[in-house]
C-alpha cells in the first residue's frame, strides 16, 4: 500500500475539458511535489510545494495550474491540455529540511489526451 | 550540482543469476543518494538510501548496494534474480535544500528483464 494516494488512476479527456488530479498524504509531510513521467524516461519534476506554498514552477504551461489546500492535499488543475502532455503523472512527498530522507511517490495518474 | 549516469538502459539476467545495475553519481556536497524502483502503470518505490552512515546498504526484496566514494558509485545488486524483480530501476541523487523541499536528480533508468 502506498502512503501518498492519487486519484483518478486513470483519465482521458479532450483537449477542450477542464480536470483535476488529486493527491493526498498524510505522513507529516509538508514538502510535495508533482512531476511528469513519459513511457521509459525517469520522472521530470513540474511543481514543489513547501509549507503550502509554491516554491518551484519549472516552467511548465499554464494549462496545467497546482493547488495546495492544505498540508494534505494536492491538487493539479488541468485545461486545454495538448496531445503532448499524455502521460503518467506522479505526485510525491517528503519532510522539509531533510535531504537524507527520500520521496515517497503515489502510483500516479496515467492522463491521456485525445 | 549533482547528477546520476546510469550505465545500460536494459539488463537481462537469467532467472537465479547476479543482478547488477551500475550507477555513478557527481555531488558538489556529500551525497545522499537512493535506488527507486518502478513496477509497470506504478510509482516509484524506494528501494534502498545511503545517508552516509554505512557504505553497505541493504534495502527491500533482498537488494544491497555499495557506496564506493573513490569511484564514484552506487551500483545496485541482487544475489539470485526472481521473475518479480522485471522493472524498471532508477539511481537519484538528493541535491540541496533551497525553500525546504528537496531536489533529486533521477538517472534515465535501466529496464531489468528476467528470463526463465
Known amino acids: 500500500d502506498t502512503e501518498v494516494t492519487q486519484t483518478p488512476k486513470h483519465l482521458v479527456m479532450g483537449m477542450t475539458n477542464k480536470k483535476s488530479l488529486k493527491c493526498e498524504q498524510h505522513m507529516g509531510h509538508r514538502a510535495m511535489y508533482w512531476y511528469k513521467q513519459k513511457a521509459k524516461k525517469p520522472p521530470e519534476l513540474m511543481f514543489v510545494y513547501s509549507y503550502e506554498k509554491l516554491s518551484i514552477n519549472e516552467s511548465v504551461p499554464s494549462r496545467f495550474s497546482p493547488e495546495c489546500p492544505n498540508s494534505s492535499l494536492l491538487n493539479l488543475h488541468l485545461h486545454a491540455l495538448q496531445p503532448e502532455d499524455s502521460a503518467l503523472y506522479l505526485c510525491?512527498?517528503?519532510?522539509?529540511?531533510?535531504?537524507?530522507?527520500?520521496?515517497?511517490f503515489g502510483d500516479g495518474t496515467r492522463l491521456s489526451i485525445l | 550540482a549533482q547528477s546520476v549516469t546510469q550505465l545500460g538502459s536494459h539488463v537481462s539476467v537469467s532467472e537465479g543469476a547476479l543482478v547488477l545495475l551500475r550507477c555513478n553519481y557527481s555531488s558538489s556536497v556529500p551525497p545522499y543518494l537512493f535506488w527507486y524502483v518502478q513496477y509497470p502503470n506504478q510509482g516509484l518505490q524506494l528501494l534502498l538510501k545511503?545517508?552516509?552512515?554505512?557504505?553497505l546498504v541493504k534495502g527491500i526484496n533482498g537488494f544491497e548496494a555499495e557506496f564506493k566514494k573513490s569511484e564514484t558509485s552506487f551500483h545496485l545488486t541482487k544475489p539470485s534474480a526472481h521473475m518479480s524483480d522485471a522493472a524498471e530501476y532508477f539511481c537519484?541523487?538528493?541535491?540541496?535544500?533551497?525553500?525546504?523541499?528537496?531536489?533529486?536528480?533521477f538517472g534515465t533508468g535501466t529496464k531489468l528483464q528476467v528470463i526463465p
Open positions: 545511503y545517508t552516509s552512515a554505512a557504505t
Open positions: 510525491a512527498s517528503s519532510q522539509i529540511d531533510r535531504r537524507n530522507q527520500p520521496q515517497h
Open positions: 537519484a541523487v538528493s541535491g540541496g535544500r533551497g525553500g525546504g523541499y528537496q531536489k533529486v536528480t
